[in-house]
């Protein structure tokens, strides 16, 4: 789940999200044009299955410690 605390909607398109953030930290990016609305929040489930939705992440987090990152890609 991403929070949005500001009044104001936040664009997240173009962001990564990964559980490998050394190994592979663009494992999955938002959508272009994603925003989370103000005071509000973006849930999405990371249970492998991205058949099921577009809130279904394709990988999922590891039981007994399971990280997540959410990152901006600039090239270098």
């Known amino acids: 789940e991403l929070y949005n605390a500001d009044v104001l909607p936040v664009d997240v398109g173009g962001l990564y999200l990964s559980d490998d953030p050394v190994g592979r930290p663009r494992r999955y990016p938002l959508p272009p044009f994603s925003f989370i ?24 987090l590891a039981a007994e410690s399971g990280i997540i990152e959410l990152s901006e890609w600039a090239e270098p």
């Open 37 to 60: 609305g103000g005071r509000s929040h973006l849930l999405l489930i990371a249970d492998g299955d991205p058949e099921e939705g577009g809130d279904h992440l394709d990988f999922r």
